[in-house]
């Protein structure tokens, strides 16, 4: 099993490259489905075909799908919705006002990524694309199940024992509405598949995933943070798309100006994305639409590489043994140990970069040893563990 992530600034190309990509991961002879998380609804636009929630065929071994992610949400938080409702009622929160209030932001995304999971369990495909939105989207979507499993796992138990205990005491005493154990139920089906999709996305044996880029600036710039913030969240990047590349029989001088700069910022993505492999794929001029013209591109972006495997062999976060003392190593490239924080309670470890923090339960055999010393060094973050005692 395999799940490829693209993502990238807004209009890079990461539907055109997702799209592509199935195409060709299909014609090798796996079955594939392509899947946009993106509200922009792109995917259809690009294959030229009208596409559902539901999977349709769109060529041999290959399937495609537009998420309403809207759609999930109402089937899965069904019963929390109709209490959180009730719940607004009585606080004097009326009618539509209470409607829209009860449907949390970034909630409908979050079931979009559930979807991933059920594709990967459902035995019909060997690989799973996903033209993910925008970047910043996808980096706060990509980071929720690790915060939501953390909140979950601390407060849910505890809520639920409380909930067994107070509520038919609190039911009589004030007319609060209480959550009955369908919403538990419900909570808790959403937990567990958000971290299947934790574990799913977080293993580099089964997720990489892809930054595409322009050969311009801001692009490159925005692709590096990315970088960062993905690895934090322990997700594998194993290769950068660099697209709209002017072809070289452009041969006007205004072409030839643009080329140059084009080939300094090529220069600049194939050294810092160093340990990644660079592929690139020429601007067609047009659009690129219609499964003929994303065959076309998929060939002169992937060659003869095989875009279903892993192109890079490496784990993102490990744990080595240094005689006595243990090592825990996080990969942060491009990571500037001023925007880096560190804290550690108990057995958790705190790491934050910039606006992006991660909560990381720390192993029983790191827990009960003290943090002697932490390092960021070329894109690494080591964190010496020795014993306490
Ligand atoms: N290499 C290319 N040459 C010409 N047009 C391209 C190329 N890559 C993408 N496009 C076009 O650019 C637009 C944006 O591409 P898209 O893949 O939708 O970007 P994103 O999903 O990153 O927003 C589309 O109209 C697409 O057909
Ligand atoms: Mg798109």
Redesign the pocket.
């Known amino acids: 099993m395999r799940v490829l992530l693209f993502t ?1 600034k ?8 997702a799209a592509a990509t199935a195409l060709r991961i299909a014609e090798q002879g796996q079955r594939v489905i392509v899947t946009s998380a ?1 509200p922009a609804h ?1 995917l259809s636009d ?1 294959m030229g075909i009208e596409l559902g929630t539901e999977p349709i065929q769109i060529a041999p071994r290959c399937w495609a799908q537009q998420l309403d992610a809207r759609e999930r949400l109402e089937e899965n938080w069904g019963e929390i919705r109709v209490w959180m409702m009730e719940v607004l009622d009585w606080a004097g929160v009326e009618g539509i006002e209470a409607e829209e209030l009860s449907v949390i932001p970034g909630l409908d995304e979050l079931f979009a990524l559930t979807e991933v999971e059920s594709l990967c369990e459902s035995g019909l495909f060997d690989v799973v694309v996903v ?1 993910c939105a ?1 970047t910043a989207e996808t980096i706060r979507l990509l980071s929720l199940p690790d915060i939501l499993s953390w909140y979950m796992e601390r407060l849910y138990p505890a809520s639920r024992r409380v909930n067994r205990l107070v509520s038919p005491l609190l039911s009589r005493l004030t007319s609060l509405p209480v959550a009955d154990d369908a919403v538990f139920t419900a909570g808790q089906r959403l937990y567990d598949s958000l971290d299947s999709v934790r574990r799913i996305l977080a293993d580099p044996k089964i997720t990489s995933a892809r930054l ?1 880029m322009n050969p311009e600036a801001m692009v490159i710039a925005e692709a590096r943070r990315t970088y960062t913030y993905l690895s934090l969240f322990g997700y594998q990047v194993d290769a950068v798309i660099v ?2 590349m002017l072809p070289e029989l452009a041969l006007d001088p205004w072409f030839e100006k643009w080329r140059e700069e084009q080939q300094i910022h090529l220069q600049t993505i194939e050294q810092s994305f160093g340990a990644l492999p660079v592929f690139r ?9 219609g499964l003929e013209a994303l065959a076309s ?1 998929a060939d002169g972006l992937w060659g003869q590489a095989d875009p279903s495997a892993r192109l890079v062999a490496g784990r993102p976060l490990r744990v080595d043994r240094q005689g006595d003392d243990f090592v825990l190593s996080l990969e942060l490239p491009f990571a500037d140990s001023s925007d880096l924080d560190l804290t550690r309670a108990g057995g958790e470890l705190f790491i934050s970069i910039g606006p992006h923090r991660r909560n990381l339960t720390l192993p029983d055999s790191l827990s009960r040893r003290e943090i002697s010393s932490a390092a960021l060094q070329d894109g690494c973050l080591a964190i010496k563990f020795v014993d306490a005692t």
């Open positions: 990238g807004g209009g890079v190309g990461k539907t055109t490259t993106d792109s690009s033209d925008p595409v697209n709209r794929a020429e601007h067609v001029g047009g659009e690129v639409v591109f």
